[in-house]
């Protein structure tokens, strides 16, 4: 198995830019999962989805962040418009779920807003 | 709410010499998941090794093992024959039976020395 993949592995952009994340998950993975990963704050869940359909996005920050699963095999992760402040490594994850299955992390995404 | 604390922000040890890393965490609920994910300099994450809180047998993974001790709510990751790669963080992290959120710890630098 190819394991979760991320795309782009490094975004650098501009303040006030459109930034798209992308997430393949582990096929045969009901549950997509975004995390944020800054210093200040660690390690944070923005939102989930099971069977394509978003569960909870309590963890996302602000309107400016946005998170589509239109298929099993496919998710984003939009930012727009981008702030320095937004700047992180985001991870996805996937797996099986049912409260009790690991999650399996892809790469990450290290984005610089400048 | 759960939470996790890793209170040794950073520990270094000795190439093959064994170390062990704490983790205590606060939950109310009778059943759950830990785990101990691994971030390298890559900062992929990867899974360490996990316990389901009704096992009483600490959980093993070739050179990684746990001491998990239900009462006190600690699950502590020892590392024995410590070698170069295994140089990263580690965070440890709980997962509420029938919740998919995993809770973070803030993490704990560790360096392998040669």
């Known amino acids: 198995d190819a394991g979760v993949i991320q795309s782009p592995r490094h975004e650098v952009t501009e303040m006030g830019q459109e930034v798209t994340l992308r997430c393949k998950p582990i096929s045969g993975h009901d549950y997509l999962f975004w995390y944020r990963q800054t210093m200040m704050r660690g390690l944070e869940l923005l939102i989930y989805?099971?069977?394509?359909?978003?569960?909870?996005d309590s963890g996302m920050p602000e309107d400016r962040f946005s998170a589509k699963m239109p298929n099993a095999s496919f998710s984003t992760l939009k930012i727009q418009p981008s702030e320095p402040r937004d700047s992180a490594v985001y991870f996805c994850?996937?797996?099986?779920?049912?409260?009790?299955?690991?999650?399996?992390f892809g790469p990450g995404t290290r984005l610089l807003v400048l | 709410a759960q939470t996790v604390t890793q209170s040794q922000p950073e520990m270094s040890v000795q190439e093959a010499e064994t170390v062990t890393l704490s983790c205590t965490y606060d939950?109310?609920?009778?059943?759950?998941?830990l785990f101990w994910y691994k971030q390298p300099p890559s900062r992929q994450m990867i899974l360490v090794i996990r316990?389901?809180?009704?096992?009483?047998q600490n959980a093993t993974e070739n050179r990684f093992s746990v001491n998990f001790q239900k009462a006190a709510k600690s699950f502590s990751l020892k590392i024995s024959d410590s070698q170069l790669g295994d140089t990263a963080m580690y965070f440890c992290a709980s997962l509420r039976s029938g919740s998919e959120k995993l809770v973070f710890g803030k993490g704990t630098k560790l360096t392998v020395n040669p």
């Open positions: 316990q389901e809180a009704y096992k009483q």
């Open positions: 994850a996937s797996g099986r779920g049912q409260g009790q299955e690991t999650q399996y």
């Open positions: 939950t109310s609920e009778s059943n759950y998941y």
């Open positions: 989805f099971n069977n394509n359909v978003p569960i909870d």
